[in-house]
């Protein structure tokens, strides 16, 4: 993305970076310098004022282009505030880059808790009231990958539902399965974890690009990177200089990248949190409120979840719609989630009653039925046949003379 500087590599240092060092580097150089790296680092620091009205006054006037550029050209208000939009607009997208798989971080985490959390109560309800011992339980975790489950699951409920198991035999085989089912659930969630991981340190190190630089800027692309380059190599001058004013004296020298570094250090900050819409994922919000507690439940089957967090985390929806909204609809999702998850009861005993709940066998249709009671004929008085035959009225017989 950026071509290598001598300040840039790796540098013998006795102290790290802190945000202290990066603010006052970045105050120290002059406007056009100090403008740059404000928006190389858009997505960490707000652009200032005073950097908005020097690109709105250094943009080339479209009617001079063949020539020289007028001197003591007159600042619009219609520049800056366009300006201002367009920083504005990379800014969010930028933060919402990094706050989308901050958020999917967030949920695993907690989600694999509550997930080894209800594997520990299995393996104690399999061993305190199913006799199972810990070669069972080995083979179990062994079969897990590979086992069918949804095919067992219906092969258990036929024994069920032909008598052949008695509740207690059933209980503990559909344990087994629910057992086995979390187990690949905590796979596949720690898979995830190490995607997420992954992208959010690729967007925490992802300045702005050249051409969206210069897009907000309103200046042509060819004249931006020489004005890159004397930034840099003038911001990492100051910050090692920063940094050697506050280095211990006899400290451990140890070589850092300073760009790098500073990167790493600046995205170790909170995340700002984006107010987002609903936008019509799942077509409703109930409807996706709905799925989002099957989903936290584990109610959903394993090709039925994958789909939906394919649904909830994939980046573009169409060519049209592009990646300015995608951040948003991921984003929107799993702020319900998070609330879902705030609100749900994870306890010991509640994870224990629910695994209870999901393995307690289930009556067949035949005995649920309830005999139907012998429905007798109403017999009126002599008050309801007189009603009766009001509303009726007298026979036309048509033999009366």
């Known amino acids: 993305m950026y071509g290598p500087s001598p300040l840039a590599q790796d540098i013998f240092m006795t102290t790290t970076i802190r945000v202290e060092h990066i603010e006052s580097a970045i105050q120290s150089l002059p406007i056009q310098s100090r403008t740059m790296l404000q928006l190389l680092l858009l997505q960490y620091m707000d652009l200032s004022q005073e950097a908005i009205d020097y690109m709105a006054g250094d943009q080339p006037d479209s009617r001079f282009l063949s020539g020289n550029q007028p001197k003591g050209k007159t600042l619009s208000l219609e520049a800056a505030l366009n300006v201002a939009s367009r920083a504005n607009q990379y800014k969010g997208y930028y933060r919402q880059k990094r706050e989308r798989p901050g958020m999917h971080i967030e949920i695993l985490t907690q989600s694999l808790t509550i997930i080894d959390k209800?594997?520990?109560?299995?393996?104690?309800?399999?061993?305190?009231?199913f006799g199972a011992d810990e070669s069972t339980l080995q083979v179990a975790k062994t079969q897990a990958p590979s086992i069918l489950l949804r095919q067992e699951q219906r092969k258990l409920q036929r024994a069920w539902d032909n008598q052949e198991l008695t509740p207690k035999d059933y209980q503990a085989q559909r344990l087994f399965l629910e057992y086995q089912s979390l187990l690949r659930r905590?796979?596949?969630?720690?898979?995830?974890?190490k995607i997420a991981q992954q992208d959010f340190v690729t967007a925490g190190n992802s300045p702005l690009k050249d051409h969206e630089i210069a897009h907000i800027w309103g200046i042509p692309l060819g004249s931006l990177v020489a004005r890159k380059v004397?930034?840099?190599?003038?911001?990492l001058t100051w910050l090692q200089q920063n940094m050697e004013e506050s280095s211990a004296p006899n400290g451990t020298s140890q070589p850092i990248d300073l760009w790098k570094e500073t990167l790493h250090v600046l995205s170790q900050r909170p995340i700002e949190r984006s107010m987002v819409e609903y936008d019509g994922l799942e077509k409703t919000e109930e409807g996706l409120l709905d799925k989002l507690r099957a989903f936290v439940s584990g109610a959903m089957s394993e090709p039925e979840e994958s789909k939906f967090?394919?649904?909830?985390?994939?980046?573009?929806?169409?060519?049209?719609?592009?990646?300015?909204?995608?951040?948003?609809?991921?984003?929107?999702?799993?702020?319900?989630?998070?609330?879902?998850?705030?609100?749900?009861?994870?306890?010991?005993e509640g994870l224990e009653e629910e695994l209870r709940v999901k393995i307690y066998p289930k009556l067949p249709d035949d005995q649920l039925a309830t005999p139907e009671s012998e429905e007798k004929p109403v017999e009126l008085g002599e008050m309801g046949l007189g009603v009766l035959n009001a509303f009726a009225g007298e026979l036309d017989d048509k033999r009366r003379g």
């Not at 980046?315 to 609809?329: I, L, P, V």
């Open 118 to 129: 209800t594997i520990r109560i299995a393996e104690r309800l399999l061993t305190s009231d």
């Open 230 to 235: 004397k930034a840099l190599q003038q911001f």
């Open 309 to 348: 967090w394919t649904s909830i985390t994939k980046m573009n929806d169409t060519e049209f719609s592009g990646t300015w909204k995608s951040h948003a609809r991921s984003i929107l999702a799993f702020q319900r989630l998070h609330a879902l998850l705030n609100d749900m009861d994870f306890s010991d």
């Open 186 to 193: 905590g796979r596949i969630l720690r898979r995830r974890l």
